[in-house]
């Protein structure tokens, strides 16, 4: 038997003391009156010892033994416990006589082994023990060490900061601008410069500089003290004379006011009247009559109207001061010249004519066309909810016409809109029907702008727009037919003075002041209409962009209840701008584009109105006079297919329903400023009309095609022509045919 078995018998033996140690220490224990208290203590003494000497020889086995040696024995072992259980196992199959002596004896063998096998691993773990007290030991020295570095590491980085502090430090004297060296020596008294003693000390010297500068600013502080007393009573002495002459405003004033009464009553101007009539006289004829028309409507009915005139009053006496001699039109061949300067003129007439002008004297040509008058008299027409149109009229010199630029201030700001319609540039457009502003309402400007290949239209953001209500309102009059030939009756008269307003008319223009005292108040109450009418429509269109149904169109409660039923199904799914080319894109307008209806003029829109599976598509065109004019709806409908008024007759009479029997919504202007989402309300009641008629017609096995009755209608067609019924009958609340 190896070691390993000796091992093996000695520890059985040893546990086998242990066993009946302990069995005889339970008897004495259980025993209770055999024993006593010094046998017991000397019994855990003896158990004690014994553990303490296992411990010991356990620790001098893992000393005495290295690794690999134990190793070897584990695998001794091992390999002996597997040869005996294979005899075992022999035995047990072949039994042979008195096997089960011998199996019980190798029985005990492995037994045996097996306490060896835990022996070793006790001293196994004695060894762990003892690696790991080394490690943790070794592991405490490591981070007292590190601890020490980092000590080190930091106490550096201090000593770095504090010596970088050091360096970096610098006096509050480097700060201050001291004077030169040189002229220190030389301004500075010897008590202060001390010369021996500071030129070649340099610490010394910066001292001494120091308290050189010291008395410097000490005399400074002194002397601006002095001024500054000095200032003060200069200002009180100033301010004293101001007093004074205060004094004198409110004692002119005063009398000032004593004259008020007399300049009353003999109707004597007062003096911004007489600074604005110093100013007026520069005005030309048409912008004078303009000025003394409007004032005038004014003073005597009106005072929320204000006339101003602005411009270059120096240019203005420029062109007074010139030759009061007839010009020549800068285009005309005329041979009686009176002076050079329209022989010059008449020379590039000519070069215009035979086109060998270059293109610097065809700019002039342009500018001197296109020039507006200095002045120009500026209207502001207020309404009551605080809001204002100032118009700008401008008076072109060569082509003798009233331009108007306008410009709208509102007392609060609005949300803008996909579509401006408060522009001040289209605000007065159509203003009158067949009044867009667009050409010249001069039927001689045609030929001059002509002969320089130029389109007054193109120019309307600098010249503004003639309108021709504006040369009504200026008391200009144009005939509509113009001889051919020129004679002396063509040409232009100069600027009369304005003290002279009967002066003979010429090119086909009279001023007319009677006219133009009667379009003034139709004018002024169409420019107010004008901008209460877009300003409605402006909240309409903010509204439709925002609608997402029938229910959010914006409509008066009691218009509301008055014209249509209480339940709408169609519903109003979007609401946008279209261009103009799309409208003429679109079949659904042509018959109202070659009726000329609608022009490119108007604002297009493109209403969605759908009920379940039918979508009705409503192209809108406002008109720019709206509500005068009714906006035009041209209909197609996307059901089973796309159709248009054209093919199916109820569409068409769905159109009429809404763009001829609009008048039944509107009783007066309030209620037509709400035409248009009437119009579109209307529309939705008509597709509910429609698509409930239709469904008594349709197919009972299509039940896409079948809509709830939710309209009381006694018949859903009649005719030839099997017409709908959309005309409602609000007392009644039922549908008919018309």
Not at 282 to 287: A, V
Not at 438 to 459: E, G, K, R, V, Y
Request: charged share 30%; glycine share 4%; aromatic share 6%.
């Amino acid at each position: 038997m190896g070691r390993g078995e000796e091992d093996g018998e000695t520890g059985s033996r040893d546990a086998k003391r242990r066993r009946k140690n302990e069995g005889e220490g339970a008897k004495k224990s259980t025993g209770g009156t055999e024993g006593d208290s010094r046998t017991a203590a000397k019994e855990k003494a003896v158990v004690g010892d014994t553990f303490q000497a296992s411990l010991e020889h356990e620790a001098s086995e893992a000393h005495s033994r290295t690794e690999e040696e134990d190793q070897r024995l584990v695998a001794s072992i091992i390999s002996h416990v597997r040869t005996t259980m294979k005899e075992i196992l022999k035995l047990k199959q072949d039994r042979p006589e008195q096997w089960t002596s011998e199996v019980e004896e190798r029985r005990t063998q492995v037994l045996m082994l097996m306490l060896s096998l835990r022996r070793l691993s006790r001293v196994q773990k004695v060894r762990v023990r003892d690696a790991r007290e080394r490690t943790a030991e070794a592991r405490q020295g490591v981070d007292g060490v590190t601890l020490q570095l980092q000590n080190l590491l930091y106490e550096v980085a201090h000593l770095k900061k504090e010596v970088r502090r050091c360096l970096d430090f610098q006096s509050a004297d480097q700060e201050i601008d001291l004077v030169p060296v040189e002229q220190f020596y030389v301004e500075a008294p010897e008590d202060i410069s001390r010369p021996t003693e500071t030129v070649e000390n340099l610490h010394e010297q910066r001292l001494a500089r120091l308290q050189w500068e010291l008395v410097q600013r000490r005399d400074q502080t002194q002397l601006f003290d002095k001024l500054t007393k000095e200032k003060e009573a200069v200002a009180e002495a100033i301010s004293e004379q101001e007093r004074k002459l205060a004094s004198l405003a409110p004692r002119i004033n005063t009398i000032l006011e004593a004259t008020r009464p007399l300049q009353v009553a003999l109707d004597l101007p007062i003096d911004a009247k007489r600074e604005q009539q110093r100013i007026v006289q520069l005005l030309p004829s048409p912008l004078y009559t303009l000025w003394v028309q409007v004032s005038a409507y004014g003073e005597a009915f009106d005072s929320s109207i204000k006339v101003e005139v602005f411009g270059d009053m120096e240019a203005a006496r420029k062109l007074i001061t010139k030759e009061e001699e007839p010009r020549a039109d800068i285009y005309s061949e005329s041979d009686n010249e009176q002076d050079q300067q329209e022989e010059n003129l008449s020379r590039k007439k000519r070069s215009h004519k035979a086109q060998k002008m270059d293109a610097d004297d065809l700019d002039d040509g342009v500018r001197q066309t296109l020039g507006l008058h200095p002045l120009n008299v500026k209207v502001t027409v207020n309404t009551k909810e605080g809001n204002s149109v100032v118009v700008s009229f401008h008076y072109m010199q060569v082509l003798r016409i009233i331009t108007a630029k306008c410009t709208v201030f509102l007392q609060e700001n609005l949300k803008a809109a996909l579509t401006d319609v408060i522009s001040g540039d289209t605000l007065l457009s159509c203003l009158f029907p067949e009044d867009d502003g667009h050409n010249s309402p001069n039927p001689a400007n045609f030929f001059q702008l002509s002969h320089i290949h130029i389109n007054l239209s193109d120019h309307l953001a600098t010249t503004g727009r003639p309108y021709k209500w504006a040369q009504h309102l200026a008391g200009l009059s144009f005939s509509s037919y113009q001889q051919p030939s020129i004679t002396e009756d063509s040409q232009e008269v100069p600027a009369v003075s304005p003290s002279a307003p009967d002066s003979s008319p010429g090119d086909g223009e009279v001023v007319a002041w009677q006219e133009s005292a009667e379009q003034v108040p139709i004018i002024i109450q169409a420019i107010r209409r004008r901008l209460q009418a877009r300003l409605a429509l402006h909240t309409q269109l903010l509204n439709l962009e925002t609608a997402n149904s029938t229910n959010c169109i914006a409509i008066p409660g009691e218009l509301l209840r008055h014209h249509f039923p209480g339940k709408v199904c169609s519903e109003l799914r979007s609401w946008q701008p279209i261009t103009w080319a799309d409208y003429e894109a679109s079949p659904a307008t042509q018959h109202f584009r070659e009726a000329q209806l609608v022009t490119s003029q108007h604002l297009f829109f493109l209403a969605v109105l759908e009920r379940k599976q039918v979508v009705l598509e409503a192209q809108v065109a406002v008109a720019p006079d709206h509500p005068s004019t009714v906006p035009v709806v041209a209909l197609a409908l996307r059901w089973e297919g796309l159709h248009h008024a054209d093919d199916i007759p109820q569409l068409r009479q769905m159109e009429k329903e809404i763009n001829v029997h609009w008048d039944e919504l509107v009783s007066c202007r309030s209620d037509r400023l709400q035409l248009l989402p009437l119009l579109l309300y209307r529309l939705a009641v008509c597709l509910d009309v429609f698509t409930e008629a239709s469904s008594a017609h349709s197919d009972p096995n299509n039940p896409g095609s079948h809509f709830h009755k939710e309209k009381i209608f006694f018949r859903p067609a009649r005719g030839p022509d099997r017409a709908f019924p959309f005309k409602y009958h609000p007392k009644l609340g039922v549908f008919s045919q018309r």
